[in-house]
Protein backbone atom coordinates (compact mmCIF):
# COMPACT_ATOMS: atom_id res chain seq x y z
CA UNK A 1 0.00 0.00 0.00
CA UNK A 2 1.30 3.66 -1.20
CA UNK A 3 1.81 6.17 1.92
CA UNK A 4 0.22 9.74 1.47
CA UNK A 5 2.38 12.22 -0.01
CA UNK A 6 3.66 14.50 2.80
CA UNK A 7 4.66 18.28 2.46
CA UNK A 8 8.46 17.23 3.06
CA UNK A 9 8.03 14.95 -0.25
CA UNK A 10 5.94 17.69 -2.27
CA UNK A 11 9.04 20.10 -1.06
CA UNK A 12 11.71 17.50 -1.76
CA UNK A 13 10.05 17.11 -5.29
CA UNK A 14 9.61 21.02 -5.75
CA UNK A 15 13.20 21.26 -5.08
CA UNK A 16 14.25 18.18 -7.51
CA UNK A 17 12.27 20.42 -10.34
CA UNK A 18 13.17 23.26 -9.35
CA UNK A 19 17.09 22.34 -9.79
CA UNK A 20 16.58 21.99 -13.63
CA UNK A 21 14.66 24.93 -14.03
CA UNK A 22 17.38 27.91 -14.18
CA UNK A 23 19.57 25.66 -16.46
CA UNK A 24 16.85 25.03 -18.72
CA UNK A 25 16.24 28.53 -19.10
CA UNK A 26 20.23 29.76 -19.52
CA UNK A 27 20.07 26.71 -22.12
CA UNK A 28 17.36 28.25 -23.75
CA UNK A 29 18.57 32.09 -23.83
CA UNK A 30 21.65 30.77 -25.25
CA UNK A 31 19.93 28.64 -28.28
CA UNK A 32 18.00 32.15 -29.44
CA UNK A 33 20.87 34.43 -28.53
CA UNK A 34 24.05 32.67 -29.33
CA UNK A 35 26.06 36.15 -29.20
CA UNK A 36 25.50 38.35 -26.19
CA UNK A 37 23.72 41.35 -26.97
CA UNK A 38 24.52 43.68 -24.54
CA UNK A 39 27.33 44.22 -22.50
CA UNK A 40 26.30 44.50 -18.58
CA UNK A 41 29.39 46.52 -16.57
CA UNK A 42 28.82 45.85 -13.14
CA UNK A 43 30.49 49.14 -11.20
CA UNK A 44 33.61 49.82 -9.14
CA UNK A 45 36.61 50.28 -11.40
CA UNK A 46 37.36 52.68 -14.46
CA UNK A 47 39.53 49.60 -15.36
CA UNK A 48 36.17 47.77 -15.88
CA UNK A 49 34.86 50.70 -18.13
CA UNK A 50 37.79 50.72 -19.88
CA UNK A 51 37.48 46.82 -20.91
CA UNK A 52 33.85 47.49 -21.45
CA UNK A 53 34.82 50.00 -24.28
CA UNK A 54 37.39 48.13 -25.95
CA UNK A 55 34.96 45.09 -26.06
CA UNK A 56 32.34 47.49 -27.69
CA UNK A 57 35.06 49.01 -30.34
CA UNK A 58 35.28 45.12 -31.48
CA UNK A 59 31.50 45.13 -32.39
CA UNK A 60 29.54 48.37 -33.15
CA UNK A 61 26.04 46.53 -32.50
CA UNK A 62 26.66 46.24 -28.77
CA UNK A 63 24.91 48.62 -26.32
CA UNK A 64 27.04 49.18 -22.61
CA UNK A 65 24.72 49.29 -19.89
CA UNK A 66 26.81 50.56 -16.40
CA UNK A 67 25.25 49.38 -13.12
CA UNK A 68 26.77 52.05 -10.82
CA UNK A 69 29.98 52.93 -12.53
CA UNK A 70 32.34 55.57 -11.42
CA UNK A 71 32.14 58.62 -11.54
CA UNK A 72 34.32 58.81 -14.88
CA UNK A 73 32.64 56.00 -16.82
CA UNK A 74 31.35 58.52 -19.93
CA UNK A 75 34.62 60.14 -20.12
CA UNK A 76 36.20 56.81 -20.68
CA UNK A 77 33.50 55.79 -23.49
CA UNK A 78 34.13 59.00 -24.89
CA UNK A 79 37.81 58.76 -25.19
CA UNK A 80 37.32 54.97 -26.69
CA UNK A 81 35.06 56.70 -29.05
CA UNK A 82 31.84 55.08 -28.13
CA UNK A 83 29.17 56.93 -29.20
CA UNK A 84 26.78 57.97 -25.78
CA UNK A 85 23.64 56.59 -27.81
CA UNK A 86 25.49 53.08 -26.87
CA UNK A 87 26.36 53.82 -23.35
CA UNK A 88 23.65 53.71 -20.37
CA UNK A 89 24.68 55.12 -17.26
CA UNK A 90 22.40 53.39 -14.68
CA UNK A 91 22.81 54.30 -10.84
CA UNK A 92 20.41 52.78 -9.13
CA UNK A 93 21.97 49.98 -7.79
CA UNK A 94 23.22 50.18 -4.40
CA UNK A 95 25.44 46.56 -4.08
CA UNK A 96 26.37 43.53 -6.45
CA UNK A 97 22.96 41.71 -5.70
CA UNK A 98 21.25 44.72 -6.65
CA UNK A 99 23.26 45.53 -9.89
CA UNK A 100 21.20 42.44 -11.36
CA UNK A 101 17.92 43.07 -9.60
CA UNK A 102 17.39 46.68 -11.05
CA UNK A 103 18.40 45.68 -14.31
CA UNK A 104 16.78 42.49 -15.40
CA UNK A 105 13.49 43.73 -15.56
CA UNK A 106 14.74 46.37 -18.52
CA UNK A 107 16.63 43.76 -20.29
CA UNK A 108 13.65 41.43 -20.02
CA UNK A 109 11.37 44.20 -21.83
CA UNK A 110 14.04 44.88 -24.24
CA UNK A 111 14.24 41.17 -24.86
CA UNK A 112 17.32 40.54 -24.30
CA UNK A 113 18.62 37.10 -23.87
CA UNK A 114 22.19 36.69 -23.58
CA UNK A 115 24.91 39.41 -22.03
CA UNK A 116 28.40 40.07 -21.80
CA UNK A 117 29.26 40.19 -17.82
CA UNK A 118 32.07 43.03 -17.01
CA UNK A 119 34.11 42.62 -13.41
CA UNK A 120 36.97 41.78 -12.20
CA UNK A 121 38.14 38.56 -11.67
CA UNK A 122 38.22 38.42 -7.93
CA UNK A 123 34.37 40.01 -8.09
CA UNK A 124 33.23 36.97 -10.58
CA UNK A 125 32.46 34.20 -8.28
CA UNK A 126 30.11 36.45 -6.44
CA UNK A 127 29.13 38.05 -9.46
CA UNK A 128 28.59 34.24 -11.41
CA UNK A 129 25.95 33.17 -8.60
CA UNK A 130 23.94 36.15 -8.47
CA UNK A 131 24.25 36.08 -12.53
CA UNK A 132 22.98 32.74 -11.90
CA UNK A 133 19.92 32.50 -9.82
CA UNK A 134 18.58 36.50 -11.05
CA UNK A 135 19.46 36.64 -14.50
CA UNK A 136 18.79 32.55 -15.11
CA UNK A 137 15.39 32.59 -13.67
CA UNK A 138 14.66 35.44 -15.87
CA UNK A 139 16.14 33.29 -18.89
CA UNK A 140 18.84 35.66 -19.36
CA UNK A 141 22.72 34.03 -20.49
CA UNK A 142 25.78 35.80 -19.10
CA UNK A 143 29.57 35.12 -20.78
CA UNK A 144 31.76 36.80 -18.15
CA UNK A 145 35.01 38.90 -19.16
CA UNK A 146 37.49 39.87 -16.55
CA UNK A 147 39.94 41.82 -15.56
CA UNK A 148 42.48 40.64 -13.26
CA UNK A 149 42.71 44.49 -12.01
CA UNK A 150 43.10 43.19 -7.87
CA UNK A 151 44.54 40.50 -6.44
CA UNK A 152 42.03 40.26 -3.69
CA UNK A 153 40.02 36.76 -3.01
CA UNK A 154 36.45 37.04 -2.81
CA UNK A 155 35.49 36.13 0.85
CA UNK A 156 33.12 32.55 0.46
CA UNK A 157 30.90 33.99 2.95
CA UNK A 158 29.83 37.30 0.97
CA UNK A 159 29.34 34.71 -2.24
CA UNK A 160 26.89 32.55 0.23
CA UNK A 161 25.28 35.82 2.00
CA UNK A 162 24.90 37.21 -1.89
CA UNK A 163 23.73 33.85 -3.17
CA UNK A 164 20.94 33.74 -0.16
CA UNK A 165 19.89 37.48 -0.74
CA UNK A 166 19.14 36.07 -4.86
CA UNK A 167 17.07 33.40 -3.79
CA UNK A 168 15.39 35.58 -1.85
CA UNK A 169 14.95 37.98 -4.35
CA UNK A 170 13.75 34.95 -6.78
CA UNK A 171 11.06 34.50 -3.91
CA UNK A 172 9.98 38.22 -2.83
CA UNK A 173 11.07 40.41 -5.18
CA UNK A 174 13.19 42.12 -2.50
CA UNK A 175 16.87 41.54 -1.77
CA UNK A 176 17.08 43.62 1.75
CA UNK A 177 19.35 46.49 -0.13
CA UNK A 178 16.54 48.91 1.47
CA UNK A 179 17.35 48.23 5.09
CA UNK A 180 20.22 50.80 3.78
CA UNK A 181 18.71 53.18 2.40
CA UNK A 182 16.55 54.27 -1.12
CA UNK A 183 18.11 53.48 -4.14
CA UNK A 184 19.35 56.31 -6.24
CA UNK A 185 17.28 56.82 -9.69
CA UNK A 186 18.94 57.39 -12.55
CA UNK A 187 18.92 60.12 -14.76
CA UNK A 188 18.80 58.81 -18.19
CA UNK A 189 15.56 56.90 -19.49
CA UNK A 190 16.04 53.33 -20.73
CA UNK A 191 14.01 54.39 -23.74
CA UNK A 192 16.54 56.87 -24.82
CA UNK A 193 18.89 54.27 -25.25
Same mark, same amino acid.
Given at each position: ??????????????? #? =?? $? /??? +? *? &???? @?? !?? %?????? #? =?? $? /??? +? *? &???? @?? !?? %??????????????????????? %???????????????????????????????????????????????????????????????????????????????????????????????????????????????????
Amino acid at each position: MLKQPTLAGFTLIAF #I =LG $L /GYI +P *A &RIAI @AK !QQ %AHRPEL #I =LV $L /GGS +P *A &RERL @AA !QL %ASTDPSLKIWVSSGTSEAASEFA %AARIPASRVYLDHRATDTVTNFTTVVKDLKRKHIDHVYLVTSAYHLPRAQVIATIVFGSQGIAVTPVTIADEQRIESRWRIVRDGLRSLIWLSTGRTGASLRGQFQHSHFKWQDF
